[in-house]
């Protein structure tokens, strides 16, 4: 049955893609195959001669796969042992002596003896020399630390490895069956190291291959991997990408919509997929290539690359350069409407002046001239927002009460008879400079609406800013853009510095469309999430 296996397997396992792993492979299921076969052979021909021949070929092939197996599992790790000439030099000669001790055996009898018994039937008895036990000692030193390798690749590796792992050590199980047999009348005395290399064969060819050729392909890989079939199948997944759908578990076998998350990041226009992981928004560029076998298709492998560092980069620039066009859009704005005011308070003034009339002269000088400070106002409103306009790096923790009230413009509101009211307490990380301003323009924006009494209210999610002024008119947005009209002119900037202040934190500014005593601000940021105990993926 170990034979009949090995030999199945090396069919099978001519698909393996890789050219070693596969020379390697095939070499250890034809060695093994081979060497099974002699053992059943010696069970059945008739003369004490021709067993012995037999046995003698069967110690020959035996011998060889250790070192296929030994390029096999150096290939499979990824590593190179298998391809340098010390080492294959080594090998040759460590062979070679090892055969010439074994043919020679008839002459000295130091590797084994032989005689035949009648029980538990007749059948040729071996009788283990010095030379077989330290043959035997390392051999199975070398098939171990080909082990070794294979565990720890499975170890390292991304993906369920354990049924893997198991097969592994199924193949050196056999040597308790050698103990047995060596030790009490149970088992007949002979090596069982076969039976191993068919139960890994079978395990790794017929019954996990999806994750043996896996664990292989993507050695090295540490990001999101999934394997889909030709019919966009489920068929194997790691842990990373379990971590990143949930809903792969139970998946396999399922199509791809099972899990419409994945879906979701596959069908993404610009191959850049955005997942939410423990509540944190995160980015990953995927790739996907054919996984192929030997001559056949046996579907496609697609790695999701995490990319948000970047990807944050890159959206804040376009943030970024879109604040700066609507500056630019602003300042354009302002300045027409200045130069204009301007130019027609000077006429005006000039035209007066020719017909005597001096105090309405100067009152068009006066005009032209609070224009010009409101200008040169908003014209350092925009330069604060340049400044700022960069996204927060390196937030501290700030006390919402005492910013609050270190921005409120005492004199202003002395002089328009405004209170403040401040309800709730806490802290929030930010820039301090950057948040005491957000509630400055917050402020201005408010008197400058006429509210008497203002109320900034205070909890875990948000501030809100709330003043008896007049309503909105129209469109809620529009007291947000920068060259809107809808913002009187003394403050027609604020709000857009508080949205803007906002964004650079991560937060959101909106006004409340559906409060109509007046203007309700709402400033929201992310809530904070509750540490659990135990491990967090």
Known sequence: MAGVVCTAGVRHARRVEDDDTRYGLVALLATSGGWAVTHAVILVVPSTALKTAVYLVGLILGFSTVFAWLYFCSAYTGRSYHRRPAYRRAAVLLYLAVVAVKVTNPVHHLYFTTAVVAEPFPHLAIRQGLFHWVVTGLSYLLAGVGMFTLFEAFAD?????????????????????DIVGYATPMLLDMIHAPLGVAAFTLGVLFVYEDRFFAVQLTEGVTGPTVFLDDDDRIREFNHAARRLFPGLDGAVGEPVDAVPALAAALDSDDGIATVDVDDERRHYVVSENAFEVGQGSLGRIVV??????IERQRRELERHNRQLEELSEGMRHELRNAVTVVQGNVRGAMRQLED????????ALRAATETTDRTTRLMNDFATLAQYGRTVTDPTSVDVRKTVTAAWPEADADAAGATLT??????????????????????????????STVVVESDESGVTITGDGDPPRGDAERYFDYGDAVANTTSGTALPMVRTLAQVHGWHARIDPDYRDGVRLVVSWPTPRAEHEGVRF
């Open 157 to 177: 590796s991304e993906y369920d490895a354990t049924p893997l792992a198991g097969l592994v050590g199924l193949a050196g199980l056999p040597v308790v069956l």
């Open 356 to 363: 005597g009339d001096v105090a309405s002269a100067r009152e």
């Open 304 to 309: 999701l690359s995490d990319v948000t560092r």
């Open 422 to 451: 401040v309800e709730g307490d806490g802290t929030v990380a930010a820039d301090p400079a950057r948040f005491e301003l957000l509630f400055t323009r917050a402020f201005e924006f408010a008197l400058d609406n006429g509210a």
